[in-house]
Structure formats: structure tokens, C-alpha cells
């Protein structure tokens, strides 16, 4: 089957058929497409769109073009409880599934969690962990089996023999401008979860000036679209929109993020809206799941686990399964950056609005993202003691603190975090306003 015939038909409006859907994939994992085939293909998908059945037949492709786990098996060897994740779409101080995983294991669920490291601003799950120094994030089979029999939850990289087409295709991608097509986006995602041997899925899809869906119409059309073809694929999902507009939780940067985790899952700080976030997610999962009746019973579930302490006792074993810190929940072990500026408000008011996606850049410049995929990340460096919106302040009073590797780089973050806060004068009532609500939308498969 030709590649030109096949991206003639996509060219021209045309529906793909799963074997020319199946050709493509195939192309993509033993290199008989090029790469200037496949960014045209991309582009026409990107131009044209996708319907379900098309989607669905590129996610089950892109799924089985490599190594599919079964947790059926493992589940005989010893491993209980249903399979269940979430994935998100990507944010600033997103540190969710760092504590998500182990209250869902602690109510019964069992959590192999694959994710990614940070993706042009936003911050990823696993720089966040190898801030733990001798946390392993590819580990061998035998040992994720045992971490998630002892602790049920495990947050690990994936292995480059899952969804390798998808490998290939998201780095075309990349650098073709196509990365923002709806259906390949839902492709992309779903391949890698549905190879990991999930039973439920959870996405959390983001929106607002830090993600990567801007507008509520785009954030909705992608959340449907992962929604339905992970039906089609046999994959039982649910999303939830989620605000964006500014940091999740008060910090931002790899191992203040686990600093912060650790201390939202001890109940030594727990940031309102990190809190609101994170039993909405666990609350949905456990209700897919089976193990909660429905969604308010998962939530009373959670927030007794969290509460009780058992999520953190299940987070340190999960962390110690893995090599980290043996305990994890009094020493951490985390490294510390050596210069800390507290950036104080330059005047009186009120803060009303962050540019979150600069804020996430700021980051990206102390050293603590990739300006390039062969950077080395410093997880030292970030932002910590983050006022929310709606804060009052006075001027002189912190905004926040920025940890850095050198004072240069201490005040160039701080120049470029004060560009993207705005405070405004307060209204003559005063008083703090919302922030807004951290979950916008729920979408549920059709019937």
C-alpha cells in the first residue's frame, strides 16, 4: 500500500480505512515511511480531522504497535484490586499524581502510573521524582510488580517498547507543527495508556492561560474526543476540565514539588485547590473503578485516606520500592537550591490574574525544565510560597520565593515572575475575591 494513495485520500477529505490506518503504523514502527510521509499525513490529519472509527482504529494500531502489559496475569501472581490511572493534560505546579496515586492504592486501587518528563513549560512527574535521590524511574519488571503488590501504586516512565509508533510520530510531530491535531493528540494519549494494561482511565485535561487548551470549546472537544474513542477502544474513561490560570498548589519547580506532596499527604500543608483538585480526581477514579459507589462516596473514601494517614504511608512505600529515601515522609532527602530571594510586591493590591505559562518559563530558565531534550534538569531550582489569586497585599510583602543556582539567575526569575503577576487596586468592599472554580467540567461517556 502505497504512502502517497494513503496521504492522497487524508489530502482529499477522505476517510482512512484500518488497513490504510494499520499501513501507516506499521511505516511509522520499521521506518518505511519517511519523515517528510509521515509530517504530511500529519498535516492533512491536522487540516481534515478524523472521525471516531478513524481514531479509534489509529489508537488500537498505535496501541499494539508494540509491547502490550497484561495485568490480568500479574493480578493471579498476587496483584489486587482493579487497574485505574490518570493522565493530564499538563500544567505549572501540577504535582497531582504524587499524591493522587497512593490515596487511590490506599482505598483499594491499584495505580501503575506511567508519565513523562516536562514538556516546554509545564513540569513533568518524573524530573519531580528523581529529585528522591536513587528513585528509579524505569525499573525492571519484577521489581514494578512487587512495589505495586507492597505499596499498589508505582510512577514510572515508559518503556520505549510501548507505543513506539507513537515515539516516532510525536517527535515528527513536534517539529512539523502538528502537535495541536485533536485526534492525534487522543491517539497519542490513549496508545500509551491502553498499552500500559489500564482498566480505567481518569484524564484530567487542562485549561486556561498555563495549558496547553487556551479556550473552554477546545479544552471540551478534546476531553470528548479522548472520552469517546477510549470507549471505542474498549477502555472505560471519564475527564474532567480543570482550571489553568494559575500554579496548582504554592510551588513550582521538581524537588519543591515533592517537598510540597510530601507535606499535602502528612497534613502538614494542604493548598485548598491542590486538595479540591485531587479528591475530585480520586473521587471519579474510584467510582469508574468499582470500588465507591458513586462519586461522592469516592471522594468521603479519599479524604478518609488522606486523613487517616494511609495514603502517606502507602506514597513512602512506593518511594522506597523504588530506591528513594527508606523514609521518605520524615527525610526526603531533597537537594536545596543555594540562593533563595524572596520577591516582595511592588505595590498595594490585590492579585488578580497570573500569565502561568511565563511563569512555567521562568522555571524552564533557573534550570528547572528543558529548553532542549538533552538538558539536564537542576531540581533545586523554582518557586515556592506562591500567593494564589485573590491575594491582598501590602506593598513590600512576598509574593513569593524564588530558589535558583546563582544570584543572576535569582534576579532574572524574579524580573520575569513579576512581569507575569498583575495586582490591581482593590474594590472599595475589599476583601479577597475567587479565584474561580478548580473544576470546570465533567465529561462522561455517552450511553
Avoid at 510501548?162 to 496508545?191: F, M, N, Q
Avoid at 528547572?368 to 539536564?376: I, L
Amino acid at each position: 500500500m502505497l504512502p502517497a494513495e494513503i496521504i492522497r485520500t487524508k489530502r482529499d477529505r477522505g476517510t482512512l480505512s484500518e488497513a490504510q490506518i494499520d499501513a501507516f503504523v506499521c511505516g511509522l514502527v520499521d521506518d518505511s515511511w519517511s519523515e517528510g510521509q509521515v509530517a504530511a499525513l500529519a498535516m492533512a490529519i491536522l487540516l481534515n480531522g478524523m472521525g471516531r472509527a478513524e481514531c479509534v482504529a489509529l489508537t488500537r494500531a498505535m496501541t499494539h504497535s508494540g509491547q502490550v502489559l497484561h495485568w490480568g496475569d500479574a493480578g493471579r501472581a498476587g496483584l489486587a484490586g482493579p487497574v485505574v490511572d490518570k493522565h493530564s493534560t499538563g500544567g505549572v505546579g501540577d504535582k497531582v499524581s504524587l499524591v493522587l496515586a497512593p490515596i487511590v492504592a490506599a482505598c483499594g486501587g491499584v495505580v501503575p502510573m506511567i508519565s513523562g518528563r516536562g514538556l516546554g513549560h509545564t513540569g513533568g512527574t518524573l524530573d519531580k521524582l528523581q529529585a528522591l535521590p536513587g528513585y528509579q524511574v524505569a525499573p525492571p519488571h519484577a521489581q514494578l510488580l512487587q512495589v505495586l503488590r507492597s505499596a499498589g501504586c508505582a510512577i514510572v516512565g515508559a518503556s520505549a517498547a510501548l507505543a513506539p509508533a507513537d515515539r516516532r510520530l510525536y517527535a515528527i510531530r513536534d517539529v512539523t507543527a502538528t502537535v495541536e491535531s485533536v485526534p492525534l493528540i487522543t491517539a497519542s494519549i490513549l496508545s500509551k495508556k491502553l498499552a500500559a494494561g489500564l482498566g480505567h482511565l481518569v484524564m484530567d485535561v487542562k485549561l486556561g492561560n498555563g495549558a496547553f487548551m487556551h479556550s473552554p470549546d477546545e479544552a471540551r472537544t478534546l476531553a470528548r474526543s479522548l472520552v469517546e474513542v477510549a470507549a471505542g477502544a474498549g477502555l472505560p474513561c471519564r475527564a474532567l476540565i480543570t482550571d489553568m490560570n494559575q500554579v496548582l498548589g504554592r510551588t513550582a519547580g521538581n524537588a519543591l514539588e515533592v517537598a510540597e506532596s510530601v507535606a499535602f499527604l502528612t497534613g502538614a500543608q494542604r493548598e485548598p485547590r491542590l486538595l479540591e483538585l485531587t479528591l475530585a480526581l480520586a473521587a471519579h477514579m474510584l467510582h469508574s473503578a468499582g470500588l465507591a459507589p458513586n462519586v461522592v462516596g469516592g471522594e468521603a473514601m479519599a479524604r478518609q485516606a488522606l486523613t487517616s494517614g494511609r495514603a502517606a504511608e502507602h506514597f513512602a512505600r512506593m518511594v522506597a520500592g523504588m530506591g528513594g529515601p527508606r523514609n521518605v515522609l520524615a527525610d526526603a532527602q531533597l537537594p536545596v537550591a543555594p540562593v533563595v530571594v524572596t520577591l516582595p510586591a511592588p505595590r498595594s493590591g490585590m492579585l488578580v490574574a497570573t500569565d502561568t505559562r511565563a511563569i512555567g518559563l521562568a522555571v524552564v530558565a533557573l534550570g528547572g525544565g528543558r529548553a532542549h531534550a538533552s538538558d539536564v534538569v537542576d531540581p533545586r531550582v523554582g518557586l515556592s510560597d506562591i500567593c494564589p489569586l485573590g491575594t491582598v497585599l501590602r506593598a513590600g510583602e512576598p509574593l513569593l520565593r524564588v530558589h535558583a543556582a546563582s544570584t543572576a539567575d535569582a534576579e532574572a526569575a524574579c524580573a520575569a515572575v513579576l512581569a507575569a503577576m498583575t495586582l490591581a487596586d482593590i474594590e472599595p468592599s475589599g476583601g479577597a475575591t475567587s479565584a474561580g472554580q478548580v473544576v470546570i467540567d465533567t465529561i462522561l461517556p455517552t450511553a
